[in-house]
């Protein structure tokens, strides 16, 4: 384990992930085992560029899974309500 | 400024109509309604484009006690405070009427004067889309209902509003205090992170019920049936264009 900060900056994005984990849509996909897997996978490097690395990569995972919540949302939204200048049945307007 | 905030069944759940008939399972997923995530996405990116000129943002909510979570979304999102209106677990989901009186007498009770109001255009489980126009008529406010722009002129007190109506957009100018109605177009909300939920809790929201705003809720309207769609029936294939046009004049369509 590496310094303190670090490990409060790993500790706060694992709570992050952990609850944006919660509102995955596909129930079968395990996304806290996943989370906890590759965190336990670099529970013990000691080099600072390493580290940041991994962060890196959490941080990454964080603003997809966003990205693809947000999508998602938005996609059905636009189904539900097509607007005014698009064809209610046309997938692609 | 005042976006409201209601509690809808969440979009990705599927329907169900309850054993009764008298209405859909609400033994469901919650969340904030996702155009009023989008009224509340407004008004956090206004006070970012108009700095102090927005002097505090207050989200409402009318509801049972569980609704206390799409306040803490709204907070956490970008408002300053919030208010519910607390009504028991047991009572019926309040009517567009009721809710726009709710906010009238909310928007009375505050000293310094509301300038806008923004809400969903409707609610993604009722669809009724009916409580930001009857607010507008009890406040006598102009309204600027599927608003997908917004631009706010501080200093004429006024806004310009493009409105999403069929086939285009219409652009209209109206003086302060306005209502507004947000349509999908306006924004992308953004999803409330860790950090900010935690800072939203010591933001304050005030509690009031019905009687303290001397407000009646009680439904006027009886829902006597509830169904859910006739299930589809399969289509069947033909093997020929003869046999088309036979199974089409069987069913009572003839030729224009």
Redesign the interface.
Same mark, same amino acid.
């Given at each position: 384990m590496a310094s303190n900060a670090t490990r409060l900056r790993a500790i706060?994005l694992y709570?992050?992930l952990s $609850?944006l984990g919660r509102d995955y849509?596909d129930p079968s996909y395990d996304f806290q085992g996943r989370i906890r897997r590759l965190y336990e996978k670099n529970r013990n490097l000691t080099d600072p560029e390493d580290i940041e690395k991994a962060l890196r990569m959490g941080e990454y995972i964080k603003k997809e899974t966003?990205a693809l919540?947000?999508l $998602?949302?938005?996609r059905?939204?636009?189904r539900?309500?097509p607007?005014?200048?698009s064809d209610p049945l046309d997938p692609h307007s | 400024m005042r976006p409201s905030a209601a509690r809808a069944v969440d979009?990705?759940v599927k329907i169900r109509v309850n054993p009764q008939q008298t209405g859909i399972d609400t033994n469901v997923k919650h969340s904030m309604n996702?155009f009023d995530e989008i009224a509340v996405e407004e008004a956090v990116r206004l006070r970012e484009r108009l700095k102090t000129e927005v002097k505090s943002i207050q989200a409402v909510t009318i509801g049972s006690p569980k609704s206390i979570d799409t306040l803490r979304t709204a907070l956490a999102m970008g408002a300053d405070s919030a208010i519910h209106v607390e009504i028991p677990e047991s009572d019926p989901a309040p009517e567009p009427l009721a809710v726009a009186k709710t906010l009238k007498a909310i928007i009375e009770k505050q000293k310094e004067g509301i300038d806008i109001v923004i809400l969903g255009k409707q609610a993604?489980d009722d669809d009724l889309g009916l409580t930001g126009q009857m607010l507008a008529g009890l406040l006598n406010w102009p309204q600027a209902t599927f608003a997908s722009k917004v631009e706010v002129d501080v200093a004429k007190r006024e806004v310009v509003v493009v409105r999403?109506?069929?086939?285009?957009?219409e652009e209209i100018r109206c003086k302060l205090p306005l209502v507004i109605t947000t349509?999908?177009?306006l924004n992308?909300p953004r999803?409330a992170?860790?950090?900010n939920i935690m800072k939203a809790k010591k933001k304050p929201v005030t509690k009031y019920s019905a009687a303290d705003l001397g407000v009646d809720l009680t439904p006027q309207l009886e829902t006597l049936k509830v169904t859910e769609p006739p299930t589809r029936v399969g289509g069947g294939k033909v093997e020929s264009v003869d046999e088309l046009v036979a199974k089409l004049k069987e069913a009572g369509i003839t030729a224009v």
């Open positions: 706060a709570k992050e $609850r849509p966003l919540y947000s $998602r949302k938005y059905h939204l636009k539900m309500y607007d005014s200048t | 979009f990705a996702p993604i999403e109506i069929d086939g285009g957009g349509d999908l177009r992308v999803y992170t860790l950090p």
